[in-house]
């Protein structure tokens, strides 16, 4: 059966390389096509991430998680928001309304007093995005760790109250910071998932957050789970950008992202085996 | 039928969105040839498709009346088009560019190796790059998506990419789809850039929510040009665009998403870009909700691109929120073949890790060489 089996494909030698990567190297060929245990490894990835998109978001646990965690949460219990999608298919065809809050989220909100102290604001906002595994796994600790970090900080940042938003898009985090009158507002999103990575976070960052917003106003932090990016680094990025947001009174395209990238130096003075 | 009846001349005199508040509209409107439009000037919508389909549109005929058409025109024939006829009249256009190697020859289909890695680490990024080049894949341009925005990382894939390309002598180009503004900070810091990356739209507004202007562009095109790397030609630019980006953007002026992508390529030809590929799936279902949608908007994509000149590739994708699966990728994948599209990605076993899609793998490609030979 081996022996067979070996004739009809012909193995990759370099397969070898995955130990440098998540990415489906190595494959190796029937004829110059996909061998069928690699075809159908594909399908079965396929099939998990729709899966990963259809999952509706579980606040209940969400909520546990967040008392359970050694975060500094500001003293109010989170708010539970929603969008104006829905369900799922009005969602994923309607980004419009992912973008803003139901009538009763706003009045909700609305209840929520201004932060008018004078200190530059910080508003949490968690989304379920496009993938609610990504919250689910990741969002906690990512809120530890940001917390923690904020709390060394000696920025005098003020938090507002944590929000959790369902069936949102990033530009809902716009509108939420601008009804709380935030400085800046921080969204933690489910991104579309990967066949190899259905739990991806992504962080936007906004400075001034107002509705309308364009796409060049904010600044992201993708791919963020323990395979990907870590919290730590997340974090120390985040808080990289809100210094320097404060300090230019701006976020997006003009304000780049000049923290050494922590992860590339790993593989010391970038040495790779193609070229040494 | 009403489409069909309009005269072509109408879209020079009615601009869809104003003159006076899109520099895009400007564009087209300021170097629109009207010698070159000669041809087809007296004809309507719907004659325009018959004299496309027709004997006296040769690749030649073609190739001439380009700087005639405006991309409102372009868009509104394709609208009358069947897909046999999109891949038809495609096919007969002609449009080569060059760098260090030659695109877009009749009977070639060339790759865009694509070895992105989620948290751009170089050995991962070296291993697909490896995998890639053992299937033949890359000689459009080698090409990452770094993870982040960020010029020094920006720099040291560029490092990278181009001590390989020296070191093997590998006939190719290399490019970091970067904001234009990092890759110019990057040439000024020094960095080999062969190809400076922007994705585009078709409205003043679409781009400045990307966070440029045309004069960006045209400063980076500058720039790219005194590094003087290429070596066979001086195409330097490299644009990626979309359907629904400018919708996504909120800023189409009541335009069609299809209208505002052709726009996007009037703004590409006016850089003479080496590649420019239109990312058709990636947008999502908010936009394109299957995979009929995606293969339509592929075709029409290829199409515009090609009657208006620019070295058009297909970005052959979906994402896991879209109705759509690997048959359907293999549908487009064979007909942007047989319509002759200049380019399409190459991704180990169709799976980007760092932007978390699909598109077609280098096996895809050797599939597409074999069967449409």
Same mark, same amino acid.
């Given at each position: 059966?081996?022996?067979?089996?070996?004739?009809?494909?012909?193995?990759?030698?370099?397969?070898?390389?995955?130990?440098?990567t998540d990415a489906r190297i190595?494959l190796?060929?029937?004829?110059i096509s996909l061998?069928?245990?690699e075809l159908?490894k594909f399908q079965?990835a396929h099939?998990?991430a729709r899966?990963?998109v259809?999952?509706?978001?579980?606040?209940?646990?969400?909520?546990?998680?967040?008392?359970?965690?050694?975060?500094?949460?500001?003293?109010?219990?989170?708010?539970?928001?929603?969008?104006?999608?829905?369900?799922?298919?009005?969602?994923?065809?309607?980004?419009?309304?992912?973008?803003?809050?139901?009538?009763?989220?706003?009045?909700?909100?609305?209840?929520?007093?201004?932060?008018?102290?004078?200190?530059?604001?910080?508003?949490?906002?968690?989304?379920?995005?496009l993938?609610?595994?990504?919250?689910?796994?990741?969002?906690?600790?990512?809120?530890?760790?940001?917390?923690?970090?904020?709390?060394?900080?000696?920025?005098?940042?003020?938090?507002?109250?944590?929000?959790?938003?369902?069936?949102?898009?990033?530009?809902?985090?716009?509108?939420?910071?601008?009804?709380?009158?935030?400085?800046?507002?921080?969204?933690?999103?489910?991104e579309r998932p990967g066949l190899s990575s259905p739990?991806s976070?992504?962080?936007?960052?906004?400075?001034?957050?107002?509705?309308?917003?364009?796409?060049?106003?904010?600044?992201?932090?993708s791919n963020?789970?323990?395979?990907?990016?870590?919290?730590?680094?997340?974090?120390?990025?985040?808080?990289?950008?809100?210094?320097?947001?404060?300090?230019?009174?701006?976020?997006?395209?003009?304000?780049?992202?000049?923290?050494?990238?922590?992860?590339?130096?790993?593989?010391?003075?970038?040495?790779?085996?193609?070229?040494? | 039928?009403?489409?069909?009846?309009?005269?072509?001349?109408?879209?020079?005199?009615?601009?869809?969105?104003?003159?006076?508040?899109?520099?895009?509209?400007? %564009?087209?409107? &300021?170097?629109?040839?009207? /010698?070159?439009?000669?041809?087809? #000037?007296? +004809? *309507?919508?719907?004659?325009?498709?018959?004299?496309? %389909?027709?004997? &006296?549109?040769?690749?030649? /005929?073609?190739?001439?009346?380009? #700087?005639? +058409? *405006?991309?409102?025109?372009?868009?509104?024939?394709?609208?009358?088009?069947?897909?046999?006829?999109?891949?038809?009249?495609?096919?007969?256009?002609?449009? *080569?560019?060059?760098?260090?190697?030659?695109?877009?020859?009749?009977?070639?289909l060339s790759t865009r190796l694509q070895p992105n890695h989620p948290?751009?680490?170089?050995?991962g990024i070296?291993a697909s790059l490896?995998d890639g080049l053992?299937y033949g894949n890359g000689d459009a341009v080698i090409g990452i998506n770094p993870a982040?925005?960020?010029?020094?990382?920006?720099?040291?894939?560029?490092?990278?990419?181009?001590?390989?390309?020296?070191?093997?002598?590998?006939?190719?180009?290399?490019c970091v789809l970067?904001?234009?503004?990092?890759?110019?900070?990057?040439?000024?810091?020094?960095?080999?850039?062969?190809?400076?990356f922007?994705s585009?739209?078709?409205?003043?507004?679409?781009?400045?929510?990307?966070?440029?202007?045309?004069?960006?562009?045209?400063?980076?095109?500058?720039?790219?040009?005194?590094?003087?790397?290429?070596?066979?030609?001086?195409?330097?630019?490299y644009f990626e665009t979309g359907q629904g980006s400018?919708?996504?953007?909120?800023?189409?002026?009541?335009?069609?998403?299809?209208?505002?992508e052709?726009?996007?390529?009037?703004?590409?030809?006016?850089?003479?870009?080496?590649l420019v590929n239109t990312v058709v799936g990636f947008i999502g279902p908010?936009y394109l909700?299957d995979g009929k949608e995606i293969i339509r908007a592929g075709l029409?994509d290829h199409?515009?691109g090609?009657?208006?000149?620019?070295p058009m590739g297909c970005d052959i994708c979906y994402t896991n929120h879209a109705e759509a699966d690997q048959n359907d990728m293999d549908n487009l994948l064979t007909l942007l073949g047989?319509a002759?599209c200049t380019f399409i990605m190459g991704i180990p076993g169709s799976d980007d890790i760092m932007l978390n899609y699909q598109t077609t793998s280098f096996h895809d490609a050797l599939y597409a060489r074999?069967s449409?030979?």
């Amino acid at each position: 059966m081996s022996k067979q089996k070996k004739s009809l494909v012909t193995e990759n030698v370099w397969r070898v390389l995955r130990q440098f990567t998540d990415a489906r190297i190595g494959l190796g060929r029937a004829g110059i096509s996909l061998p069928t245990h690699e075809l159908l490894k594909f399908q079965l990835a396929h099939a998990q991430a729709r899966d990963a998109v259809h999952f509706p978001l579980d606040v209940k646990r969400l909520l546990k998680d967040l008392g359970e965690s050694s975060a500094a949460l500001p003293g109010q219990s989170p708010l539970l928001l929603k969008s104006q999608a829905e369900d799922r298919l009005t969602y994923l065809q309607r980004p419009d309304l992912g973008r803003s809050l139901s009538q009763e989220s706003l009045e909700c909100l609305a209840g929520l007093c201004r932060g008018d102290s004078g200190e530059p604001s910080v508003a949490i906002v968690i989304v379920d995005g496009l993938s609610s595994s990504a919250i689910q796994n990741n969002a906690v600790p990512m809120v530890t760790q940001f917390l923690r970090d904020l709390e060394e900080e000696a920025g005098d940042w003020l938090l507002a109250p944590l929000i959790i938003v369902e069936q949102g898009r990033v530009a809902i985090g716009d509108e939420i910071g601008e009804c709380l009158g935030a400085s800046v507002v921080v969204v933690l999103i489910g991104e579309r998932p990967g066949l190899s990575s259905p739990d991806s976070l992504g962080i936007y960052l906004s400075w001034g957050p107002k509705s309308g917003l364009s796409d060049a106003r904010r600044n992201c932090i993708s791919n963020v789970r323990p395979a990907g990016l870590s919290f730590e680094h997340a974090s120390q990025r985040l808080l990289y950008l809100m210094r320097e947001a404060r300090r230019l009174g701006i976020s997006g395209v003009s304000l780049k992202d000049r923290t050494q990238e922590v992860v590339i130096e790993k593989t010391a003075n970038n040495k790779n085996f193609l070229t040494d | 039928m009403r489409l069909a009846e309009l005269p072509l001349r109408a879209f020079l005199s009615e601009a869809l969105v104003p003159y006076e508040q899109d520099e895009v509209t400007r %564009l087209i409107l &300021d170097t629109h040839d009207l /010698a070159a439009f000669a041809p087809v #000037s007296h +004809l *309507t919508v719907g004659d325009f498709r018959n004299w496309l %389909l027709g004997d &006296d549109a040769t690749p030649a /005929a073609l190739g001439k009346l380009r #700087s005639g +058409l *405006t991309p409102e025109m372009v868009a509104a024939v394709s609208k009358l088009m069947r897909n046999q006829d999109l891949i038809l009249v495609a096919k007969k256009c002609r449009v *080569t560019t060059a760098f260090r190697n030659t695109i877009g020859l009749p009977g070639h289909l060339s790759t865009r190796l694509q070895p992105n890695h989620p948290t751009d680490n170089i050995s991962g990024i070296a291993a697909s790059l490896l995998d890639g080049l053992l299937y033949g894949n890359g000689d459009a341009v080698i090409g990452i998506n770094p993870a982040t925005d960020n010029v020094s990382q920006a720099i040291k894939l560029m490092g990278l990419m181009d001590d390989v390309i020296r070191k093997y002598d590998i006939p190719t180009q290399s490019c970091v789809l970067t904001h234009v503004t990092n890759t110019l900070e990057a040439i000024e810091q020094g960095a080999p850039v062969d190809l400076v990356f922007q994705s585009i739209g078709g409205t003043e507004a679409t781009n400045s929510s990307f966070g440029f202007s045309l004069s960006t562009l045209q400063e980076a095109q500058d720039a790219a040009l005194s590094l003087k790397r290429g070596t066979v030609g001086n195409n330097v630019m490299y644009f990626e665009t979309g359907q629904g980006s400018s919708l996504s953007a909120n800023a189409h002026h009541g335009i069609d998403q299809q209208t505002c992508e052709a726009r996007a390529y009037a703004v590409a030809r006016h850089f003479d870009p080496l590649l420019v590929n239109t990312v058709v799936g990636f947008i999502g279902p908010e936009y394109l909700y299957d995979g009929k949608e995606i293969i339509r908007a592929g075709l029409e994509d290829h199409f515009c691109g090609k009657l208006l000149g620019v070295p058009m590739g297909c970005d052959i994708c979906y994402t896991n929120h879209a109705e759509a699966d690997q048959n359907d990728m293999d549908n487009l994948l064979t007909l942007l073949g047989v319509a002759g599209c200049t380019f399409i990605m190459g991704i180990p076993g169709s799976d980007d890790i760092m932007l978390n899609y699909q598109t077609t793998s280098f096996h895809d490609a050797l599939y597409a060489r074999r069967s449409l030979t």
